[in-house]
């Protein structure tokens, strides 16, 4: 290969930080084509949030066979999916199984938390900085970090004196927790706590849901695959990967081309209801378009489903409670449940709005709220992450001149493509902000990702080049254009993390712009044509 010599002094040509979804497509990539890569993951196995995520509940929202890998048809036809939604635990064996078969671990370091990252200008490479004190080149780094693996804790006092057990659900114990006639304790109610609170209803003595702001839920409607089902699902791999490929968000759901208004209430009642009694995102994303861009639209079918609500919670203060007033259905993510809103029908269920009685502190035997103190045996943080870009700020990133990755992105991320940063070269973020796959289904997205930085490393390689970087004009054009698709939608009327706020961290208190939301479609054209004309806005040398 013509730059095999100029590697020869660094102990990898790539090195991944992360073996979750996208580092494990990444390596099988790399060592296909005869790279010499290593993959670094902080924990103690393959899985990424699958390997970290072990609450009670957590489970694909996604169909579980449009989020199984597409590129290998042997093990398409070998992998047997039990449900619709698959569980954590069958996720984690299915993505250590791809590992096993395709002999991958052997390339991976766990328990291997990377520190920092220096680019060295004079070499174009890399020096990597271990938890461990050690210290590794590379001429590549990429970064298959996950878009929520940066857990967050809430700013409230005490938290360090609870005398029972508390944990953040991105920090599950991986031995089994006991919750069997405790009092438990759960801070939040987003897409995690909706998991858990149904979960674990019936299983603890009583549950204390301590809310601050509601969110939109809808049905999941989970089942078991039967072998029928299965054996269609086998013999429509190509059909369900190809209709992945043409909708927006890379699943089979896609929105319904009608207009709101050209519908008559009788068919948009009927098709509303056909929507909410069907499994998955399509109640989300397989609405009528305008219903996520227009305001009357949307707040029809916000009506629509408060009084779904309503009619599945008996206590009718109770039900107001949880439906959100601050935002309409479907402008944040949409967390999708099973007999969630039955829970709080419970009489050892408790829901506090912490609008009208706020957490004080946590104490040495509880929760201390403005009214009075709940004595608890164990609190869970279902409080969320620093989405898409904390994993980045948790990593000191030095590049061109000394700057910090986390000072360039103070405001909020700029990138090309989702892929580089300017004055950052030969590191590749997959997965990254701005990119198409965090907001995608996101197996679908990644291997996007994955296949076009895996014939970028092939372009490099047989053009003797050492350094990649995109241009100060090139990123502007991008910065621009994700910015022109918020117009398209009305994500940026609401506070959520997909519009990068987070009361938990500091400065994201604000619209970022973290997410490409042109769709699956529009993106996977724009690589296409950045190739095509030669790798435009990047700089090769």
Known sequence: MKNQSKNESLQHEVIIIGAGVSGIYQLYRLLDEGVNVTVLEAGGGPGGTWYWNRYPGARFDSESYSYGYSFSKELLDEWDWSEHFAGQPETLSYLEHVVKKFDLKKHMQ?????DSAHFDDESNSWKVNLNDGRVLTTRYLLTAIGMLSAPTMPIIDGVENFKGESFHTYNWPHDPVDLKGKRVGVLGTGATA??????????VDELTVFQ?????????????????????????????????????????????????????????????????SSPGFGVWIGNFRDVLVEKHANAAFTEFIADKIRSRVNDP???EKLIPKDHGFGTRRVPLETRYYEAYNRDNVHLIDLNDTPIERITPAGIKCSDKEYELDVIIYATGFDAITGAFDRIEFTGVGG?????????????????QTAGFPNL????????????????????????????????LRSHGYTRVEPTQEAEEEWDAHVKKTY????????????????????????????????????YRQRLQQVVADDYQGFALR
């Open 428 to 459: 590749i973020t997959i997965a990254g902000p701005q990119g198409g796959s965090v907001s995608t289904n996101f197996p679908r997205g990644i291997e996007e990702a994955v296949d076009w930085a895996t014939d970028l490393f092939r372009h």
């Open 194 to 203: 909706v998991q858990i609170i149904a979960e674990i209803a019936d299983k």
């Open 317 to 319: 203060v109770t039900a």
């Open 403 to 419: 700057q910090k990755l986390s000072d360039k992105w103070y405001e909020g991320p700029i990138t090309y493509l989702g892929l």
């Open 110 to 114: 766990f328990n291997c938390k990377v």
């Open 487 to 522: 117009e398209y939608s009305l994500l940026t009327t609401t506070k959520s993390w997909f519009t990068g706020y987070n009361s938990n961290v500091e400065n994201h208190d604000k619209l970022r712009y973290l997410i490409y939301n042109g769709g699956t479609p529009r």
């Open 212 to 276: 601050r702001r509601p969110n939109w839920c809808a049905p999941l409607h989970n089942s078991k695959i039967s072998d029928e089902d299965q054996a269609k699902i086998h013999a429509s791999y190509d059909d369900i990967f190809a209709r992945c490929k043409e909708t927006p968000g890379g699943f089979i759901h896609g929105p319904d081309r009608r207009k709101f208004d050209e519908v008559s209430e009788e068919d948009r009642l009927a098709f509303w209801e056909e929507l909410y």
